[in-house]
């Protein structure tokens, strides 16, 4: 076949968590990191934006400084994008199932506080692109149920933690004993 990541069956499957302080953490214990582009680009932007606002529209130095400013957004957009296919195409190739977390992306990007950082790490391009290489690659993206107490349930002896607040990122089973990190 000629796919863009042709890849054999591995016999293996993962369990991803989509984060902001970490791009994608598998069950497996591995972390991709965010790096977090429009962030990095930030300080460049906002200068190159704010010349343009000084220049006189429609002259000569405005469509250059134009230029300028609308370059920084194609190398974010682009360095976002090579992240995307880096990772989604990893993660294809490594894995025969992918499981993760049916997320109500739009409804957390109404939350101010985390709206910036969500579209920054791009996460529904992510699950799209992971969605069209599984199917070209007969591997499995199964998505579960965003009401599944799966940060809260003790990967040992399933035992649910009822009183675990989003704060706590790392707690230990009172039925088993075992450390467990919420995004593993």
Known sequence: SSDVCSSDLTGKSVGIDLGIKDFVITSDGYKYKNNRYTKTYAKKLKENQKKLSRKIKGSNNYNKQKLKVATIHKKITNSRM????????ELVKKYDTIFLEDLNIKGMIKNHKLAKHISDASWFKFISM???KANWNDKQIIKIDRFFPSSKQCSSCGWI????KLVNREWVCPSCKTNLDRDL
Do not use: G, M
């Open 161 to 164: 933690n009822q009183h675990l």
């Open 130 to 132: 992971l969605e069209y």
């Open 82 to 89: 090579d992240n995307l296919h880096k990772v989604s195409t």
